[in-house]
């Protein structure tokens, strides 16, 4: 199993759950986060004042998915997230040595 952590332009969100989802992913984890890479933040005017914004707003998706798939899904990922420019993303792939589904006590891809 490999866990994929992706981090997205927040407008991208919707478009990117509807291409996993019929790539047949089955769930995934949101979160809003903010960070920056290699974009160092930018400069916003509010009221007439300039002011840095250091922090860019993110989504970061996390989904643990089978080995076999994980090419795909970074791939299904990776193109619908693109925009082309600055502060597209980035994509992490890790191994998982464990899953277990609380409720049934499924283990591993059982509990995908």
Same mark, same amino acid.
């Given at each position: 199993?490999?866990?994929?952590?992706?981090?997205?332009?927040?407008? @991208? #969100? &919707?478009? +990117?759950?509807? *291409?996993?989802?019929?790539?047949? /992913?089955?769930?995934?984890?949101?979160?809003?986060? !903010?960070?920056?890479?290699?974009?160092?933040?930018?400069?916003?005017?509010?009221?007439?004042?300039?002011?840095?914004?250091?922090?860019?707003?993110?989504? @970061? #998706? &996390?989904? +643990?998915?089978? *080995?076999?798939?994980?090419?795909? /899904?970074?791939?299904?990922?990776?193109?619908?997230? !693109?925009?082309?420019?600055?502060?597209?993303?980035?994509?992490?792939?890790?191994?998982?040595?464990?899953?277990?589904?609380?409720?049934?006590?499924?283990?591993?891809?059982?509990?995908?």
């Amino acid at each position: 199993m490999k866990l994929i952590i992706a981090t997205i332009k927040p407008f @991208k #969100l &919707e478009e +990117v759950r509807e *291409a996993l989802t019929e790539s047949g /992913v089955r769930g995934m984890m949101v979160t809003e986060i !903010k960070g920056f890479g290699s974009q160092s933040g930018h400069t916003e005017i509010y009221r007439g004042a300039e002011y840095a914004v250091n922090f860019v707003p993110k989504i @970061k #998706l &996390e989904l +643990v998915v089978p *080995a076999a798939m994980a090419d795909q /899904v970074v791939d299904t990922i990776a193109k619908t997230a !693109k925009t082309g420019k600055i502060g597209d993303g980035k994509i992490f792939v890790l191994d998982v040595q464990q899953a277990i589904r609380v409720r049934t006590g499924e283990t591993n891809d059982d509990a995908l």
